[in-house]
C-alpha cells in the first residue's frame, strides 16, 4: 500500500510538472493546421498566420506569454496534446462531446455555422430565414450548404461548382440568397468582390469552435479564457474580428 501511495505521488508530481515546466518560462507551445484561411494557413515565407493565429497570440500578450505555433496534421493535434508535445490547441475546433471527453476547452471563441449572404438592398425584405423560405437561393454543389438551401427554398435552389460563381449569380440577381459555411461567407464579405452583399444575423446552424488543452490542466485552461476576456474587454478581440472578416462579430 505506502509503495502504491508513493507511486501515484509521483505519477501526481510528474503530471503537474507536464502541465507547468512547458510554459514555466513564459513560453506556451500551440498547435494547429494551417491550412484552413483564413483561420490558420502559411504565408509566403512559411509561418502561420490567419485569425486563430491572431487570436492566440493577443490572448498570451495580455498574459505576458510568448506564443510558439507548431504545425502539424489536424488529427495528430489532440494527441500532442495528450502528450504534453504541445499546451494548447487552436485550428477551428468544434467543441463536440466526443473532443471534451479527452480534452478540455476554453470558453467558445468563435459561432460557425451555415449562414446566408443577401443582397444589401434587401435587407429590410429579408429580415428572417421565414422570409426567404421558398425563394430561389445558391449554393455550392455538394455542400450541406446546398442541401439547407434546396430546404428552405423548397425545392427552388441553384447549384454551382464554386463559391464565387455562388456570390456571382446573387449579385446578378439570379437568386435571393447564399447559402454557405459562415467563414467562408464572411471571408468574402472581406474582399472587394463582396460590395452590396451583407450576412443575415439569423444563423441556420450553429457550433462553437474552442482552444483545447489537456484534460485536467485547469491552470492553462484559467490562462486562456482569462485571456480570452481581457482582449474581449479591451477591445483587441473586435479588431482581429474585423481585420478577417470585415465585419463586428
Known amino acids: 500500500m505506502v509503495k502504491k501511495l508513493h507511486l501515484l505521488c509521483a505519477c501526481s508530481l510528474a503530471a503537474a510538472m507536464c502541465f ?63 502528450t504534453s508535445q504541445i499546451d ?65 427554398s423548397g425545392g427552388n435552389a441553384k447549384s454551382f461548382n464554386t463559391e464565387p460563381e455562388a456570390f456571382m449569380e446573387l449579385k446578378a440577381g439570379g437568386c435571393e440568397g447564399v447559402v454557405n459555411d459562415r467563414p467562408v461567407n464572411l471571408y468574402y464579405l472581406a474582399t472587394a468582390a463582396s460590395e452590396g452583399v451583407v450576412e443575415m444575423s439569423e444563423m441556420i446552424t450553429a457550433e462553437d469552435y474552442g482552444i483545447a488543452v489537456a484534460k485536467g490542466n485547469t491552470e492553462m485552461k484559467q490562462v486562456i479564457d482569462e485571456g480570452l476576456k481581457k482582449i474581449r474587454e479591451n477591445g483587441t478581440f473586435a479588431k482581429i474580428h474585423q481585420k478577417w472578416f470585415s465585419v463586428a462579430e
Open 88 to 152: 494548447a490547441v487552436i485550428a477551428a475546433m468544434t467543441i463536440t462531446p466526443e473532443r471534451a471527453q479527452r480534452v478540455d476547452f476554453s470558453e467558445p471563441y468563435y459561432k460557425s455555422g451555415l449562414s446566408v449572404l443577401i443582397r444589401e438592398a434587401d435587407k429590410d425584405k429579408y429580415t428572417s430565414l421565414e422570409s426567404l423560405k421558398g425563394q430561389p437561393l445558391c449554393a455550392q454543389i455538394g455542400t450541406t450548404g446546398a442541401m439547407k438551401a434546396d430546404e428552405l
Open 20 to 82: 507547468s515546466s512547458a510554459y514555466a518560462d513564459n513560453v506556451i507551445r500551440v498547435g494547429t493546421e494551417a491550412t484552413y484561411a483564413p483561420f490558420e494557413f502559411m504565408d509566403d515565407e512559411a509561418k502561420p498566420q490567419g485569425y486563430d493565429i491572431d487570436i492566440i497570440t493577443a490572448i498570451g500578450e495580455a498574459m505576458g506569454y510568448e506564443v510558439q505555433v507548431q504545425n502539424m496534421p489536424f488529427d495528430g493535434l489532440i494527441p500532442a496534446l495528450m
